[in-house]
Structures are given as structure tokens and as C-alpha cells.
């Protein structure tokens, strides 16, 4: 595959941009149908509208619950696409991912295996249950960037690995916003009558709370992290900050509770200023957010004993640390 041409947010016209896409994906499907994973993330958020603009009830809508999203998001996203008149189906598959998950602890080999329960085991039987040929889906070009150099593999990007999804999955895969990055996409979905607080959404990892727990995936964990998670989102959504996140570590440390040693969890908080998440500065928060942040996680979440606060930039940070 040849290289990706950007469109720069500056120089985007959503209106013949959303024209342009919808006819594309009208004529690759044709007469036929196809299928969509909705997470609610601004990405495939954008990339459900424009493909039910495209192809109406030719395209099935599914969100699949792997056990690693965060608190009530299924029932949160559903409800949000009913009032679009877009019906979206739960897949429970929460039982597929821990178990692909058991035991990893390398970063990619996670990702990997979200990779593989996602688009083979999951939609791989949707798609032969369906008889629909192709996945629509939101990769956007910073995907790309970062898996073609290394920095991490990202869980939606094939053709620029060389991997043909028809003969690896047995479907195709249309990517309309491939040529656009974060800024670019929340102008498209606001176009396509998304609502403020879902086209402005902060971006959310495609491994989900998997991308925010070092070492191994447990349910324990992934409590732990979901529970932090919303804390902090709480807490920081007046910030105007690009992007925060809990990361649960994977080593203990000592802490100590009523006089006695508690050898607990940490939990490490990012938030992040960007534009479009290729570079990113730690936000300056106050230290009465960050010391309210450390007070609520650590008398909330069972086991942990200490909050730290990232302030390393991406470079050489990344935004996610897993």
C-alpha cells in the first residue's frame, strides 16, 4: 500500500469529505452488507455514522463488551446511537478476552491478543453469521504513524503490515478516516450531528483499560483501574485537557494504614495538552487537584497506597503507557 495522503484538519471540508466517504463505502459494499464495531470513542463513533448514512440498515452495529471497557460504557453508548436512530447490539465477550488474556504480560503480546480475539474469534463469527463481506472501522492516520515505526502496534492497522484482513479474518476492511487525524475526525462526527460530548470525547485506547494495567490482564486489575479511571475522569473533565487516564503498576510498594504496613498498589495519573496526539505535553494541574485526585483514588479503590503524576512529554513518553 502506498502512502496515506493526510488532510490536514486546517484544509478538511466536512461536507465533501462526508459526501466523498459515503459514496465510497456505498460502492465498495454495493448490494451487499456490512458490519461495525462501535467502542465510543470519537474514531468509530464517525465511522458508524457515516457508514449508516452510506448503507442504512445494511450496516450492522456492534458494540462488544470485553469486560475492559470502563464503568456502564455499553449501556452509555447504545442508549446515545438509539436516540440517532443508529440500533447497536451487545456482543458479551468478556469471557474470550480474559481468557486470550491469561498469563500475558509483554505490552504487544497483549495487544496482539486483543488484536486476535477481536477481529478473528469475535467478529470473525459475526461476520460468518451476518454474511456481511466487509468490517467498517475507525483507524486514523496517528494509528498508522505508530505502528509503521515501532512505537507500539496498534490493534486496527493490517494493510500497512502487510496483512491482508480477507485472507487472515475472511472479511474486508473499509477505513474512511484513514486520512484524517483526532482534529480532523471531531470536525467530521460534529458535521455528521454527533453530539458535543461525543465528538469532544477524550480519546480512549482501542485495548481499552487492558492499555492501562502493566504486567497481566485480571479482573481484579481491571476493577481496580476502572474504578480509578472514572475518578479521574470526574475529576478532570473541566481541565480542557486533550486526554487523562489511571495506570494501575504492576510492582507493590509499602504504604501503611491505622499504624500498620500496607504493602499496597500505585496508581499513575496522565493527563495530557495535544492537538493531534503525535506530541503532548503533561498538563499543569494544581496541587489541590492532584492531592484531591491521590485522596479519592486511594480511599476508593481496594489495595491501593499510593498516586504518582506523570510530567514526562511524548517525546520520549508515549500517552499511554502500555
Known sequence: ??????????????????????????????????????????????????????????????????????????????????????????????EIFFSALKGITDPEEKREAITQSFYKDVFGKLVRDSGAKYLLQGTILTDVDETIAGIKRQHNVFAQLGIDPQETFGYQIIEPLIQLRKDGVRKVAEALGLPEYAYNRIPFPGPALAARVIGEITEEKISKVRIATS??????????????????????????????????????????????????????????????????????????????YNVTPKPPSTMEAV
Request: hydrophobic fraction near 40%.
Open 1 to 94: 500500500m502506498g502512502s496515506i495522503n493526510e488532510i490536514k484538519a486546517g484544509e478538511l471540508s466536512t461536507e465533501d469529505f462526508i459526501k466523498e466517504k459515503t459514496r465510497e463505502i456505498a460502492t465498495l459494499v454495493g448490494d451487499g452488507s456490512a458490519i461495525n464495531a462501535l467502542s465510543g470513542g470519537v474514531d468509530s463513533s464517525a465511522v458508524t455514522m457515516l457508514g449508516h448514512e452510506a448503507l442504512g440498515e445494511r450496516l450492522k452495529t456492534y458494540f462488544v463488551d470485553n469486560g475492559i471497557m470502563r464503568e456502564g460504557e455499553p449501556q452509555e453508548i447504545v442508549t446515545l446511537f438509539k436516540e440517532m436512530g443508529v440500533h447497536v447490539e451487545i456482543i458479551d465477550a468478556r
Open 231 to 308: 475518578i479521574v475522569e470526574e475529576e478532570l473533565a473541566s481541565s480542557g485537557a486533550f486526554q487523562y487516564m489511571a495506570i494501575l503498576h504492576q510492582d507493590k510498594v509499602t504504604g501503611m494504614r491505622a499504624g500498620k504496613r500496607d504493602f499496597g498498589s500505585q496508581i499513575e495519573i496522565r493527563c495530557w495538552e495535544s492537538i493531534d496526539a503525535r506530541n503532548a505535553n503533561p498538563t499543569k494541574l494544581s496541587y489541590d487537584i492532584l492531592y484531591k485526585l491521590a485522596d479519592r483514588i486511594v480511599n476508593t479503590v481496594p489495595g491501593v497506597v499510593s498516586v504518582t
